[in-house]
């Protein structure tokens, strides 16, 4: 197991503010927060795509490039390479170091799992956003990560395709996957997530069992927030 | 007018005909200026991909100078081309000039800019985009480099087929580094120049007619490549 992560007072310019923070194995956690609280910035501090300028991130396997490949990350807009779907997946396992002969196979059952395998022979970036997030998602899933990143992962994508999503999302978490998770939508927060951590203006201002925290939020913020008001307003 | 009539008559008679001293002016053009696009990408494309790429001082500083050489005058790369290769200049000792290696030596100094300088915009561009993902995939320095200059590898090649189309239609660095000696160092613009001056009209108007041709050429080559990547490749 590479995790648990610890963030030991780890901050980035003025966008986070120092912060210590453990995330563990298990549970699906929620990074909840309004546009600018700075969910996207801390999970890329999180995944080691930004360095901190303060602080320290620790993972439990002291590994580093192993640590790195048991992550991954999914984006609000899926990044694809200009080759088939299939053969975005490919490059991802050939990156990750997976021996060319299972590199077929593992992508062919990834695809699978998204509901995308119809479309393996598919240019990448001609299918639509639902189906190049999920092929995000399927990229994200040939990998085995312990811990899945998703950054906003359905915030440009329709009611139907963000369902997709969510219920490829479960089966992450049901195959034993971590899932951290940056959203600023109520409703799929409240889905997904087992537990919140409610940042503002770069600060942790609560973390709470998701029940908890939407029944009754420790934080005249978080409060406000739910309740759809602007806490600076 | 009669006197345009008859010389492109005349003109079409010298292409199809395959009139040897057309077909010789032709051969040498496409060879010197493609000679020139090869260096040119050769230097040009990873310069434009550093640049693109790197985070280092003077940065901005050469992506505005290499936008500005874009427009380089080419008289002005033939003057100075010339000097350096003149018996008296630096490299005078290698006998260059008036020779055809001198004008590729020319022709290449024009368009590094322009293949540098369009290179860095496209891989910049397609490196906003692929970065954060590249890297979390793994995927780091000289391989992530390689894997989005393969990707975007069509909109390169109508970058390099924009400085063939520049460096064959140039007339003011060849005509001065290479003399437009008969059958050694004349290509299609100079012959153009001098043939026209000369009141060889028809010879003119042949070689204008194959220039033309390739330019067209060159350029429905590049959207269609581009064409076909973008519904293959989107």
New interface residues.
Partial sequence: MILPLELVRVAYRDIIKPLSISIDAGPTTIILGANGAGKSVLM?LM?G?LAPTGGQVFWKERDLSRA??LQ??V?QRP?????SALGNLL??LE??AVPAAQREGTALQALEEVGLKHLAQR????LSGGEQQRLALA?AWA?HPEVLFLDEPTASLDPTASREIEAVIRAFDGAGTKIVMATHNLAQARRLGDEVIYLHQGRVLERTPADQFFSQPASAEAAAFIKGELPWA | MDSIGGATRTALGLITGGDPTLAGIVALSLGVSLSAVTFATILGLPLGAAVAVGRFPGRHAIIVLLNALMGLPPVVVGLAIYLLLSRAGPLGSLGLLFTPGAMVIAQTVLIVPIIAALSRQAVEDAWR??E??L?????GGF?AAL?VLW??RFSLLTIVLAGLGRAVAEVGAVIIVGGNIDGVTRVMTTAIALETSKGDLPLALGLGIVLISIVIALNAAAYFVKEA?QR???
Avoid: K, N, W
């Fill in positions: 890329r995944h795509l790195r490949r991954a990350m984006f990044v694809m390479l200009r080759r490059y991802a990156v990750a240019p990448a970036r001609v990229r990998l | 985009e692929y954060e993902q890297r979390s995939l793994g995927a391989g894997t990707d975007i990547a293959r490749y989107g």
